[in-house]
């Protein structure tokens, strides 16, 4: 693991423990989902492995005055235990001390995943920076409204220092204000880290391309004919509001869409699921709101939603509402995980975010996904197409699991290294599956990237050539300088990893689409699949990936997740090692640790 930075604000309050079966699905294969055991069992699992965090100190790097608060337990199908925790070293959070703990069926320790090699006992343990120094300078810093500072360890760059961690709203670093993470060293005043809480989609560097090019993005929008109204007949009768009903959505992008939501008087109706756990989307108004409470909640008295243009604000409701339900299906009923974050709460969205904001985001502050309008300029619609969605979502999935960050941000906004390549290929790998799973004809599923965007280049990444994309110098291949790699551009590797398990080498036409997927050792790759490859991306997120988690680091966590699955022997766990290397990660090529 190598130079960890978490962006999250890290908290000394316990977790809420889950237990839950995430993977062994009938996505996975003839394994079934544990779906959930008692709270006694789950009690005792993260009793068994704090226990073994601690008896195995030499390999957990568990320390005296060090508290482990567990964040998720799972369940495997064969009975194997896995808990997620988060560390304190003398009450102060550690940032880069994440580890997932694992367990035989017995509770018997058997490994172990770090982000934190080393110690995280720092050197210094007294501040010389007093918590206001370090607020002024963290609000200078990111241009805005410092919170109140806490202490904390900063294990992220192979060593540990104390920091004061600081929350900084209303930031005007970024298109969109918003807030941002500081961590300034408490001993020398050093900005260690300056990072935005949401993740935009179309990052910095790419809309300067876009803007230098002259390129405007207008995607294609249009309507499916009229769709025989959903409402029930029963509904007028009798009901006790409020009450599920069955409603109908013009979109801008997919056309007329079935819509779930509540109603809530005889002819009153609220974009609200209560289905999906009260998923809801609301109108931001065009303020920069970073509370969902402060939304506007859209109403219909005819439970008809939108009408295809962006004259009627409903309309990019619709996608949204659409888009974060079908995300939220296909996590459920791929691997039963109920919600973003597994906790069976409402996902929830924003639209008409800020005044011309030309991107979408996944905000961890409001817990939400925001989407703007487009700046009227280079992006005329709002950022509200499916796979952008998903992909969004899943960097939710991604902060409620391993947490990958980018190893350092610039002061421009973008984002570099490994880790945040890695979450954004997931994304773009989940991103991609929730059009596979949705199944609509106006958006058909395929391994494109914002291929509804209107961009000259037809897409704005894809899985099968990375280097297509020359948007963004997307690459093909791991090379020493990934690491150090624009985010969206390294996501290539594990994507192209990705594919080529799924769908393997060469030319192949898949929903009327032609991929051509090379190798870089000029090997020949026959893939396993999509669900296999599918199960096994996502049980290595969720048991065997932490905050630094790398490519090579992602290479044996998948390795790992396929012997889970189909077992060391199999096929699927091959092909896992034949597709990392012929996008060259490799053991031979594993990069030394950086301190």
Known sequence: MRRPHIRSLAVAVAVTTAATGLAGTAFAGPEHAVASTTA??????????????????????????????AQDVMIDPEGARHVRFIRTHQGMPVLGGDLVVHLSHRLAYTGVTRAADQSVEPAATRAELTAAQAEAKAAAVAKGEAGTAHLVVDARDGGAALAYQVPVSDSTTAEAAGTRTVVIDAVTGKVRSNTPDSDEFLSPKLLDTLRERGESLNPATGTVPSAVSLTSAAAARAVHYPVAASGTGTSLFVGKVPLTTTRTARTSYLLKDPTRWGTETRDAKGQELESFARGKA????????????????????????????????????????????????????????????????????CDCMLYGDGDGDMFKKPLVVLDVTGHELTHGVVDATAKLEPTRVDADGNQYGEPGSLNESLADIFGSNVEFSANNPKNPPNYLIGEKLGLAQKFLRRLDHPSLDKLEGTIDYWSPQTYDAEVHAGSGVSSHAYYLLAEGSGRKTVGGVAYDSPTYDGSTVTGIGRAKATAIFYRALTRYMVSTTDFHDARTATLKAAADLYGANSAAYRTVDKAWAAVNVTVANTPAPRR
Request: net charge positive.
């Open 40 to 69: 006694t069992t789950a009690a005792s699992v993260v009793s068994a492995a704090r226990a073994a965090a601690f008896a195995h100190a030499s390999a957990t790097g568990v320390t005296p005055g060090d508290v482990l608060r």
């Open 298 to 365: 859209f109403t219909s008295t005819t439970n008809k939603w939108g009408n295809g243009a962006v004259s009627h604000r409903d309309s990019a409701a619709v996608d949204a509402q659409y888009g974060i339900t079908a995300t939220l299906d296909f996590y459920k009923k791929t691997f039963g995980r109920k919600g973003i974050e597994n906790n069976s709460k409402a996902a929830r969205g924003m639209v008409h975010f800020g005044d011309k904001v030309a991107n979408a985001f996944w905000d961890s502050t």
